[in-house]
Every structure is written in C-alpha cells, then in structure tokens.
T-cell receptor
Framework: KQEVTQIPAALSVPEGENLVLNCSFT??????LQWFRQDPGKGLTSLLLIQSSQREQTSGRLNASLDKSSGRSTLYIAASQPGDSATYLC??????????FGQGTTLQVKP | EAGVTQSPTHLIKTRGQQATLRCSPISGHTSVYWYQQALGLGLQFLLW???????NRGNFPPRFSGRQFPNYSSELNVNALELEDSALYLCASSPGQGTLLGNTIYFGEGSWLTVV
C-alpha cells in the first residue's frame, strides 16, 4: 500500500531564506508526482508536476526533484517571501489513476 | 479560461439529510476526481470519473455516490449525513485518464459541508 510522508509537518523561516520541503513514498511504482500549495480554507493550486521518467522540474523560484528509486522528492523554494506562507502538499499518481497525498508541510515565512 | 468550479461554496445540513455537491471541470477535461479533506485527516480519495464512467472508488461507504454527466460535469451525493461527514469536499479535473497519462490534476476551491 502506497504511503506518502512529508517532513517536517511545520516550518517557520525568516524572509529571504532558501528552504527545502521533503516528501517520501513507500512504493517506487509511481506514474508521476505533483506538488501543490493550499492556502487556509482554500483549494489546491498545482505548482509542479514531475513525470516518473524525469529528475526535476523548475518554475520560477521553485524547483522540485524526484528520486524514484529511493522514494523521495524535494521542493526547493529560493529566496522565500511572506506570500509563500501556505501548506505544501505532495501527491503521487499511482496505477489506479488516483493521487495519494501526504499530510503536508505548513510553511510560515516571517517578514 | 475558467478553472474547476464547485457549488455550493458552503452547505449546512442536518444529520440524516442528503447533500449534493456539484463540479464543473476545466473545458476539455474529461476526468473528474472527488476528495474529502476533513480536519486533521488530510486528503482522502473518494471517486474518479473518466469519460462518464466511474473508474475508481475510495474506501468510503455506499452512501457516498456520484455521477458524471455527458458534458463531463459531476455531482457528489452524500446520503444519511453523519456529523463526521463535515469536511471540505474538493473536486479536481484533468485531461482524459488523469495521472495514467501523466496529466496535471487541477483542483477547485472546494465545497464546505457542515453537518449539525
């Protein structure tokens, strides 16, 4: 059974820091991995999608990497800003067609 | 281009009643997913529809049901509501076959269901 874990559960950093969010999954047989952002009480915003054959994807200040063999992904946020404060969720796409989510990392960036 | 739209935004129901939630996917998307996000429980997969057919179902009782219409919009019905059904219900859409073809999944803003 696929399980997705995100560490840490919460993170507080000063503005301007570079930071890394971690995601691990137990079964390497994934189709892809997607990172989302969720603001309090809101829906999910897709940030990056990495296919199982890819190693990384970049969008602006965000860079996501995937190491399928070790069951790990990282989301790197450069030069963090207070507007980056949100919960970040990773999810793996599996052969049943669904996404399986981690519990998320809640990020607070202090001005 | 409009994103995934859900209605209603908020819904308050009494225990034992029925709730109906609606979702319109992004234009051109044929896959629709439903997830439940209850407080402290994370996102739990409910249902996946693709091209009008139910493709997969999560570990929820039969009183959770849904359907996808010919225009690919979808409805989630929850019968015999229980207090623990109170949650944010999120709909998502993607091009056909969703993650199986490596498609990005796009989520709506969700419908808050409160059962009292």
């Amino acid at each position: 059974k696929q399980e997705v874990t995100q560490i840490p559960a919460a993170l507080s950093v000063p503005e301007g820091e570079n930071l890394v969010l971690n995601c691990s999954f137990t079964d390497s047989a994934i189709y892809n991995l997607q990172w989302f952002r969720q603001d309090p009480g809101k829906g999910l915003t897709s940030l990056l999608l990495i296919q199982s054959s890819q190693r990384e994807q970049t969008s602006g200040r965000l860079n996501a990497s995937l190491d399928k063999s070790s069951g790990r992904s990282t989301l790197y946020i450069a030069a963090s800003q207070p507007g980056d404060s949100a919960t970040y969720l990773c999810a793996v796409g599996v052969n049943t067609g669904k996404l399986i989510f981690g519990q998320g990392t809640t990020l607070q960036v202090k001005p | 281009e409009a994103g995934v739209t859900q209605s209603p935004t908020h819904l308050i129901k009494t225990r034992g009643q029925q709730a109906t939630l609606r979702c319109s996917p992004i234009s051109g998307h044929t896959s629709v997913y439903w997830y439940q996000q209850a407080l402290g429980l994370g996102l739990q997969f409910l249902l996946w529809y693709d091209e009008g057919e139910e493709r997969n179902r999560g570990n929820f009782p039969p009183r959770f049901s849904g359907r996808q219409f010919p225009n690919y919009s979808s409805e989630l019905n929850v019968n015999a509501l229980e207090l623990e059904d109170s949650a944010l219900y999120l709909c998502a859409s993607s091009p056909g076959q969703g993650t199986l073809l490596g498609n990005t999944i796009y989520f709506g803003e969700g419908s808050w269901l409160t059962v009292v």
